[in-house]
Antibody, heavy 118, light 111 residues
Framework: QVQLQQWGAGLLKPSETLSLTCAVY????????WSWIRQPPGKGLEWIGE???????NYSPSLKSRVTISVDTSKNQFSLKLTSVTAADTAVYYC????????????WGQGTLVTVSS | QTVVTQEPSLTVSPGGTVTLTCASS?????????PNWFQQKPGQAPRALIY???NKHSWTPARFSGSLLGDKAALTLSGVQPEDEAEYYC???????????FGGGTKLTVL
């Protein structure tokens, strides 16, 4: 059974960099898509981006200039960095696994609330 | 900016049938958008229900089905149960620019 466990700083000041990591248990990074998705309090889901183990990366156009998604195969983890955060980046951030065949996100992490406040 | 539109809210009676839809501002939704559907209950992470238009995950109850309906993607719940009350999100892939976009969500009330 695949499990995703995520962690990272929960409170940031404006202009700082958000950094989250997601560890994958019970499965390999190879052959899958690894995504980050966020949800502002009381609002809907927003797709941030994905990395395919082969190295291909896709980002949401609205966040592309500030986002970096990377993979650490030695640790079976992948990460999200979002620079120059503002209050608008306050959200629950989720990591998720997808696969070929149009499966965008079958297994999800538990979510991490990141609050941006001065 | 690409916008994916869902009904903001729907109400259904227990045992009834309801269809949620998902439209894209870029045009008719086809199988090439690989429609995915998710269920989210308060305080929980989303749970995947349907991928690639009409494929169910191993845990998806049989009463959930996905399809294309006209120029939209659709999620149909047949024989609705009280526990189906939740927020439902669709997700579409926009291949031209290689990114996914969520719909705004449909709040389904079972009453």
């Amino acid at each position: 059974q695949v499990q995703l466990q995520q962690w990272g700083a929960g409170l940031l000041k404006p202009s700082e960099t958000l950094s989250l990591t997601c560890a994958v248990y019970g499965g390999s990074l190879s052959g899958y898509f690894w995504s980050w998705i966020r949800q502002p309090p009381g609002k809907g889901l927003e797709w941030i981006g994905e990395i395919i183990h082969s190295g291909s990366i896709n980002y949401s156009p609205s966040l592309k200039s500030r986002v970096t998604i990377s993979v650490d195969t030695s640790k079976n983890q992948f990460s999200l960095k979002l620079t120059s955060v503002t209050a608008a980046d306050t959200a629950v951030y989720y990591c998720a696994r997808g696969s070929y065949g149009g499966n965008s996100a079958d297994y999800w992490g538990q979510g991490t609330l990141v609050t941006v406040s001065s | 900016q690409t916008v994916v539109t869902q009904e903001p809210s729907l109400t259904v009676s227990p045992g009834g049938t309801v269809t949620l839809t998902c439209a894209s501002s870029t045009g008719a939704v086809t199988s090439g958008y690989y429609p995915n559907w998710f269920q989210q209950k308060p305080g929980q992470a989303p749970r995947a229900l349907i991928y690639n238009t009409n494929n169910k995950h191993s845990w998806t109850p049989a009463r959930f089905s996905g399809s294309l309906l006209g120029d939209k993607a659709a999620l149909t719940l047949s024989g609705v149960q009280p526990e189906d009350e939740a927020e439902y999100y669709c997700l579409l892939y926009h291949g031209g620019t290689q990114f996914w976009v969520f719909g705004g969500g449909t709040k389904l009330t079972v009453l």
